[in-house]
């Protein structure tokens, strides 16, 4: 584990390393040279112009990976800017899923993935149109252009790691069950997972299920709507269970409107927990109560899980999921991408999308984000599109300011 003796460009000094899909964990310095981790050890030989990062009282992650956002701004409903909210987050992979579909995903590669310091891949949207409005992507069927989709794909296979397909009522508008038979015979076309969203119906839960494979991701797994994956007496919904059991991917993709405390409570103690933990981000959900990724992992600190296993939730395991193992590691020879972050401990308020409250003793707050070796600067971030309104039930959190210790982010603020 040490790596090399040689001298470094940068050394992370002093930090409590944890990186749960390595089996690092441990009191080390990290040794960067050339954007790449070359040493992992007790006390690395500082050289004469070896830059040090002070990481004493912080416990220093991989680089963390955002397996649910939503990036493209300015051309989707959805959609906010990366750089400025990995910068104070830790996020330094961002998987954008479904916000661009095929006429759009040349200019989401153009103008923000290659504009981007934080790395972005995407899934693609089976929907042509992706993510310009809020919802109805699907309503019209002749939009799910899948020999278009699988052209885009082959054309950007660096960057789309998957197909995205939101069901639900609003989506589907009418159209049933049929959007997500052509994204089942799509994925499986480009040898892709796919990734499922689910809410409130039509259709069921045991319609999506039907189509589900090991290895797809159902993301909003923790939702509150009738396509809940709890029955009402509080059990695992049956066929969702025996899926994950063979590999199906469970997502938290937090949102606006996505994580219920209720169904989460409920899953967690029949020992159901997610296999990764998500934000959602979007031009709502920033707003709170998810804020972003440092919020939505603490709150499952507080629901009881360990920071070990929130840890690998939001590195290694996306990282598997889309494929990309090389993501979400600090082992010798990786992307030197890491973040730091400070375990605080005080009274904290923690909320689900409805509002309902839980309290906490403990949040991760980032203090500083590294791509390749090199510190993300902490920028402005764009104000908020005219449309970014919160819902009545969800705005007394503005007049707070504060959701477990996170900044919220208003225009007047930027």
């Known amino acids: 584990m040490a790596g090399s003796d040689k001298y470094f460009d940068v050394i992370v000094a002093g930090g409590h390393v944890l990186d749960p899909g390595a089996g690092i964990e441990g009191d080390y310095d990290l040794g960067i040279t050339d954007g790449r981790i070359t040493a992992v050890a007790a006390a690395l030989t500082r050289g004469p112009t070896t830059r040090i990062i002070d990481a004493r009282d912080h416990i220093v992650t991989p680089g963390l990976v955002d397996l649910h956002t939503h990036v493209y701004w300015g051309a989707t409903y959805w959609g906010i800017e990366a750089d400025p909210v990995a910068a104070r987050s830790g996020v330094t992979t961002w998987i954008d899923v479904g916000s661009a579909g095929a006429y759009s995903f040349p200019g989401f590669r153009r103008y923000v993935i290659e504009h981007s ?14 993510l310009i409005a809020p919802t109805w992507e699907f309503a019209n069927i002749d939009y799910c252009d899948a020999d278009l989709a699988a052209k885009i794909v082959d054309a950007n296979r660096d960057i789309i790691l998957g ?76 066929e969702i269970k025996a899926l994950h059991d063979r590999g199906l991917i469970l997502d938290i993709g937090h949102g606006a409107g996505s994580f219920s405390y209720e169904t989460a409570e409920r899953l967690l103690a029949q020992g159901i927990m997610p296999d990764v933990i998500s934000s959602d981000i979007h031009q709502l959900s920033i707003q709170g109560p998810m804020f972003d990724l440092p919020t939505t992992l603490s709150k499952f600190l507080n629901l009881g899980m360990s920071l070990r296993d929130v840890i690998e939730r939001a590195t290694a395991r996306p990282a598997r999921a889309v494929r990309r193992p090389e993501l979400g590691t600090l082992r010798l020879g990786s992307q030197a991408d890491l973040a730091l972050f400070r375990l605080e401990e005080g009274e904290y308020a923690f909320h689900d999308v409805e509002m309902r409250r839980r309290s906490g003793t403990r949040r991760l707050v980032n203090t500083l984000t590294l791509v390749a070796g090199e510190p993300l600067a902490k920028t402005p971030e764009r104000p908020l599109h005219v449309w970014a309104v919160l819902p009545e039930h969800q705005r007394p959190i503005l007049e707070r300011g504060k959701e477990g210790g996170s900044t919220i982010h208003s225009n007047a603020d930027l």
Do not use: W
Request: aromatic content about 2%; glycine content about 12%.
């Open 117 to 130: 310091r934080a790395r972005i891949y995407a899934l693609l949207n089976l929907s042509s149109i992706g």
């Open 163 to 238: 197909i995205k397909a939101r069901i639900d009522g609003k989506t589907t508008r009418g159209v049933g069950i049929r959007p997500l038979e052509i994204a089942r015979a799509l994925a499986d076309r480009v040898e892709l997972p796919l990734m499922v969203h689910i809410g409130n119906g039509p259709p069921t839960i045991e319609e999506v299920a039907r189509l589900l494979r090991p290895g797809d991701i159902l993301t909003h797994c923790f939702t509150g709507g009738d396509m809940r994956i709890v029955t009402a007496d509080g059990r695992a919904q049956a």
